[in-house]
């Protein structure tokens, strides 16, 4: 089972550029979120979606964008990018909000310089 | 605001001994609270998850248990293995959709 997939791994941006962090999941799972974990702290939610066509702000969603039109794919985007934004990215996916485990991609390694 | 909290940050053992990690919470009105473990370079794998209502869930060599009242969390690891060496996280769910808060995690170093 492939579960919640991310591409690329790593990725070194130059201030300015532009990306998309891809994410899918093969569980038919209805929510799915965007974490990133900095270096020694915790993850901070980013966006997160409770089905296709449904997406939300979490704690720290300035500087990116989400799109969910399928129930598979999540990707994030990246507009402008700035320092403050190298960190390690993370998509997760759940059937339930609140009941079930979430389940995480390997994580996407992203340097700003 | 639910703040998270996980001491120690790191922790060493021999092979073989049984260990606890804590985990605690400001805000009792948790809907369930969640263990994951992270290797290095990898995602979060997620261990046990304890309901509200429930006191303890169990995994094998894992057991975690849940005070609401104290805003405590453990896990316990029996019998514990190199393999175990990893970062362990907690993340206590606030009920409202996307309110995961999890704490910085305790590193766990099993000495063979």
């Known amino acids: 089972n492939a579960g919640v997939t991310q591409t690329p791994k790593f990725r070194i941006l130059k201030i300015g550029q532009s990306m998309t962090l891809q994410c899918t999941q093969d569980m038919n799972h209805n929510y799915m979120y965007w974490y990133r974990q900095d270096p020694g702290m915790g993850l901070k939610l980013i966006y997160y979606s409770v089905g296709a066509g449904i997406t939300d702000k979490g704690e720290v969603p300035n500087g990116y964008n989400v799109s969910r039109s399928t129930t598979e794919d999540f990707p994030l985007r990246l507009e402008l990018a700035a320092p403050s934004q190298t960190s390690v990215y993370f998509c997760?996916?759940?059937?339930?909000?609140?009941?079930?485990?979430?389940?995480f991609g390997s994580g996407t390694q992203l340097s700003v310089l | 605001k639910q703040e998270v909290t996980q001491i120690p940050a790191a922790l060493s053992v021999p092979e073989g001994e049984n260990l606890v990690l804590n985990c605690s919470f400001t805000?009792?009105?948790?809907?369930?609270l969640q263990w994951f473990r992270q290797d290095p370079g990898k995602g979060l794998t997620s261990l046990l998850l304890i309901q509200s209502s429930q006191r303890e869930q169990t995994s094998g060599r894992l057991n975690a248990s849940l005070d609401k009242s104290s805003g405590r969390s453990t896990l316990y690891i029996a019998a514990s293995q190199p393999g175990d060496s990893a970062t362990y996280l907690c993340a206590a769910n606030g009920g409202s959709q996307g309110n995961l808060i999890f704490g910085k995690g305790t590193k766990l170093s099993v000495k063979p």
């Open positions: 805000d009792s009105a948790i809907y369930n």
């Open positions: 997760a996916s759940s059937r339930q909000w609140g009941t079930e485990k979430l389940f």
